[in-house]
């Protein structure tokens, strides 16, 4: 489908068929995208010539959400058809589909401040939400780009009748050099997370005892 037709029906049918189909494998397999992050290269077959068959609900088990890659789709020249980034393969894993209609997250993630007699509940993400594999590659994250002892807890906060959720990391703008440092920090780990996650950064400190080590 030519790019200028992709709408949002073509968009839902791809994303809905894209986990089943078959794919074979590029050379090298893993390339460094543009972001720095690792990606398993999959290209359309070939018409008329054997390959092996790459699906990424299969390739998402056996090695992607473990290693912590990316999916990139008919890389070449000119840009690539599709990039999944590993958060992406992550919600696939988790829900078994790239398409996520409601969430308790907060669709509001720019507003990191919690004020005073806010209402919040604190505790720690479930496998469900932060599966151990995941856990473990956000912690050498971290600690490859200086963060020593990694920390997340999963804050509720009641905001009217609505009750919403931020993943919370014990990362702060006085761990680095500048604002924007930190800022750039926060949205490369969106990398390794569902898209409709929301992320803020809180002082270890506040929250007493809710954090615990990745």
């Given at each position: 489908?030519p790019r200028e037709e992709r709408d949002e029906?073509w968009l839902h049918r791809f994303l809905t ?198």
């Amino acid at each position: 489908m030519p790019r200028e037709e992709r709408d949002e029906d073509w968009l839902h049918r791809f994303l809905t068929d894209l986990p089943a189909a078959s794919f074979r494998c590029g050379d090298p397999q893993i390339i460094a995208g543009p972001d720095g992050f690792p990606y398993f290269q999959l290209f359309l077959p070939e018409p008329g010539t054997e390959f092996q068959s790459f699906v990424i609900e299969r390739m998402k088990d056996d090695f992607l959400i473990e290693r912590g890659y990316g999916v990139i789709i008919n890389s070449g020249a000119e840009q690539p058809e599709w990039v999944l980034s590993y958060g992406d393969i992550l919600n696939l894993h988790l829900n078994n589909s790239f398409l996520v209609t409601e969430s308790a997250f907060n669709i509001d993630s720019s507003d990191e401040v919690v004020k005073e007699q806010e209402e919040v509940m604190i505790g720690q993400p479930s496998a469900y939400i932060l599966p151990a594999e995941t856990r473990k590659l956000l912690k050498d994250f971290f600690e490859l780009n200086g963060i020593p002892d990694p920390m997340v807890l999963l804050m509720m906060r009641k905001q009217g009748d609505k009750v919403t959720q931020d993943l919370a990391f014990n990362i702060t703008p006085a761990l680095f050099e500048s604002e924007v440092h930190y800022r750039n920090m926060m949205q490369t780990v969106t990398w390794y997370l569902p898209r409709h996650y929301s992320i803020i950064g809180l002082n270890d400190e506040v929250m007493e005892k809710g954090f615990m080590p990745l």
